[in-house]
Each structure stands twice: as structure tokens, then as C-alpha cells.
């Protein structure tokens, strides 16, 4: 089966800009999840869907992060306005719905806020 | 909050020697834990898991153990090779509806040829 698609795969921008990355998960997988991971850091859970419906985002910056998920297949994540210590590689993952079913994640975005 | 500890943050060991990644976890109600392994510049990977009503399992040269009392659990890789450096990050999730992972800080392990 396909993987997890992401795009793009590095991007690099001025602090105040803004960038939206893009994910196409594995076909049938209901759940989709976008995680910040950080250099030399674990994954951090940013935002949780469930078909197009947010299951939890309470650790997402909402005052500058934003994700969608409109017709419960594909998602963009963006962030507007862009800080430095937004620096990280964004993986977005998939699984079937259901305790215990395996994350299957993208290649992430690696994104460079200077 | 939910939190996982993960220890060592770095491991070197010689070819064919062991290898063990500890976990610890605050949420007693997470229920499935799986370890994924991150190569260099790639995607994690699920390499083993294992679930509250299960204490140990194993996967030809990888293991992990869970003691749910004292709330952590284990990696364990015998006979380790050149390709099984990586990152290794453990996480913890619970049966409550998001299913959630909370990921450990990873631990980068060096198998010296």
C-alpha cells in the first residue's frame, strides 16, 4: 500500500512569514495526526483528527497555528506568523480508527524559520 | 500532565553485544506502548509494541518487557548490528477515544562495528 505523503520535504523561511504543509494519508485511515518534532526531541502530538472532525488540539499554538482537514482525507497545517523557535520537522502520520492500531507515519517537513 | 521518561538519551555498544531502552510512564491508564525506530533523516517506524495485558513479547532479535506496577517498560535488542543504529523513541497511549501517543525523548543507539 501507498505510504503517508507529505509536502514539501524542506522549506525554509523568514520569521513573520507565513507556510502550509500538506499531507495525504494512507487510504481508509480515518485518524490523522500532525506531531512538531524538535531536534533531539521526541514527536509532539499537535493536532488529532478524526475523519474531519479535531479529536484534541490542545497542544496547538492556536494563535498562529492552523490545521484542516475538510473533507477527511487530506490536511494542511500552516503557520502564520512563523517564529524562530518554530524551527522543527513537521510529521503528519495515519492510522485506522481504534485502541492500539499502529501510527503510520510521512516523511515530515523540515521546516527553517530564520 | 502525561509524560514518558526515556533513558539512556545515548548508547554506544559493540557488535553483537545487547541493548536496553528504559521507559517510564506517568499516565496509569495508558494501556499500549510502541517503540519506533528513526533512521537518519527518515520516518519513524514501528518496530515492536505491546499492550497492558501482556508482559513481555518478543520479535526474533527484539523484545520488550512491561511491569505496569512500577509503570515502565522496556527495549531490548540481542545481537546488535551496524544497521540497528538509530534513534529509538518509546510512547505511551490510552484506550480513552484519541488513542494518543505521548513519545519519550529518544535514544540514539551506536553499534560499533
Known amino acids: 500500500e501507498a505510504g503517508v505523503a507529505q509536502s514539501p520535504r524542506y522549506k525554509i523561511i523568514e520569521k513573520r512569514q507565513s507556510v502550509a504543509f500538506w499531507c495525504n494519508p494512507i487510504?481508509?485511515?480515518?485518524?490523522l495526526y500532525w506531531y512538531q518534532q524538535i531536534l533531539g526531541q521526541g514527536p509532539k502530538l499537535l493536532i488529532q483528527?478524526?475523519?474531519?472532525?479535531?479529536?484534541?488540539d490542545s497542544q496547538l499554538p492556536k494563535d498562529r497555528f492552523s490545521a484542516e482537514r475538510l473533507k477527511g482525507v487530506d490536511s494542511t497545517l500552516k503557520i502564520q506568523p512563523a517564529k524562530l523557535e518554530d524551527s522543527a520537522v513537521y510529521l503528519c502520520?495515519?492510522?485506522?480508527f481504534g485502541q492500539g492500531y499502529e501510527q503510520y507515519f510521512g516523511p515530515g517537513t523540515r521546516l527553517t524559520v530564520t | 500532565g502525561e509524560n514518558v521518561e526515556q533513558h539512556p538519551s545515548t548508547l554506544s555498544v559493540q557488535e553483537g553485544d545487547s541493548a536496553v531502552i528504559k521507559c517510564t510512564y506517568s499516565?496509569?491508564?495508558?494501556?499500549?506502548f510502541p517503540w519506533y525506530k528513526q533512521e537518519l533523516g527518515k520516518r519513524p517506524q514501528l518496530i515492536i509494541d505491546?499492550?497492558?495485558?501482556?508482559g513481555e513479547k518478543k520479535d526474533q532479535r527484539i523484545a520488550v518487557t512491561l511491569n505496569k506496577t512500577a509503570k515502565h517498560f522496556s527495549l531490548h535488542i540481542t545481537e546488535t548490528q551496524p544497521e540497528d543504529s538509530a534513534v529509538y523513541f518509546c510512547?505511551?497511549?490510552?484506550?480513552?477515544?484519541?488513542?494518543?501517543?505521548?513519545f519519550g525523548t529518544g535514544t540514539r543507539l551506536k553499534v560499533l562495528a
Open positions: 502520520a495515519s492510522s485506522q
Open positions: 499516565d496509569s491508564a495508558s494501556n499500549y
Open positions: 510512547a505511551a497511549s490510552r484506550n480513552s477515544g484519541t488513542y494518543k501517543y505521548i
Open positions: 483528527f478524526q475523519n474531519n472532525g479535531v479529536v484534541d
Open positions: 487510504s481508509g485511515h480515518a485518524t
Open positions: 505491546i499492550r497492558s495485558n501482556v
